[in-house]
């Protein structure tokens, strides 16, 4: 990993129903003392959290996220990268 988390991911699961139950079930949910936000994004079966811990690395969220939400196939926390000028 390079960079630091963006504060936002974008969760996939295993089906649309199980993404809106989880939409359902967690929206206001406090995680590290924080009420993140959960939306639905355009692809039905993923949700947009955001508002998440800068901290955060790849693989601690995605360990997090798995804990909380049943039916998880991937986890893609946003990271901000070293950017070079000029490139």
Known sequence: QIG???GFCFVR???KYAA??????KS?????GKKIGIRP???QDTLFLGNL???WGAEE???????VFPDVTSV?????GDVQLGQ
């Not at 809106?20 to 079930?25: H, I, N, R, T």
């Not at 206001?28 to 590290?32: A, F, I, Q, S």
């Not at 969220?61 to 804990?67: A, H, M």
């Open 61 to 67: 969220f995605e360990s997090i996220v798995r804990q």
């Open 41 to 43: 994004s355009v692809e």
């Open 76 to 80: 893609d926390l946003a990271i901000l």
């Open 53 to 55: 811990n800068k901290g």
């Open 28 to 32: 206001g949910y406090v995680l590290d």
């Open 4 to 6: 630091n988390a963006k």
């Open 13 to 15: 699961f295993a089906t």
């Open 20 to 25: 809106d139950k989880a939409l359902k079930e």
